[in-house]
């Protein structure tokens, strides 16, 4: 199997179909805060509209090549005290494992050499093991946990939170160069 030519574009309106069937799939919902419960590909075009222009979030197709195989989001970007957080996943459920391992390099670049930010924060919910063990290996310091946080499916749910800043990213081993994690978000 080659190595993926990861790659970045912004969503479009014919995306929405595709968006749709991975962000109701049960494997990527499980551990999403919230669900789309009746949402249609319409709603998707308009939520894909309606995101192009806000400064606070910015959103990407994560692509092998020009195949599309997964999401990005930077969200609640603070420009003032520099921090946002970041969500993905990868729809694809065969590219999980051969992209999922390298998207760290690239979110954390984009983040702090394009956005400009200070801090990342990440929330994830408890019982998604797998990501709150990839956070401590990728050197992100866990801050806490909120009890009972987030309501979903009947029922309340931890969350994680972790963090990095540029400093502490600046001396995390890199397994993509900066110049190939820039060049890959395109215009």
Avoid at 128 to 155: A, C, M, P, S, W
Wanted: proline share 4%; aromatic share 12%; net charge positive.
């Amino acid at each position: 199997m080659s190595a993926p030519d990861i790659r970045f574009r912004k969503p479009r309106a014919d995306d929405a179909a595709l968006l749709l069937a991975w962000r109701t799939d049960p494997f990527i919902t499980r551990f999403l805060f919230t669900d789309l419960e009746a949402a249609t590909v319409e709603t998707q075009r308009a939520w894909i509209a309606a995101n192009a222009s806000r400064d606070d979030f910015r959103h990407f197709m994560i692509c092998d090549g020009d195949r599309p195989v997964g999401y990005l989001n930077f969200n609640s970007i603070d420009r003032r005290h520099g921090r946002c957080m970041t969500g993905n996943y990868i729809g694809v459920p065969e590219e999980r494992t051969r992209i999922g391992g390298l998207l760290h390099a690239y979110i954390m670049d984009y983040c702090f050499d394009v956005l400009g930010m200070h801090k990342v924060v990440n929330e994830f919910m408890a019982g998604n093991e797998k990501i709150v063990k990839i956070q401590r290996v990728l050197r992100f310091r866990e801050v806490g946990t909120y009890r009972d946080h987030v309501f979903k499916n009947g029922t309340w749910h931890d969350v994680h939170v972790f963090e990095q800043t540029r400093e502490e990213w600046a001396q995390c081993p890199r397994a993509v160069p900066r110049d190939r994690t820039i060049a890959a978000f395109q215009p």
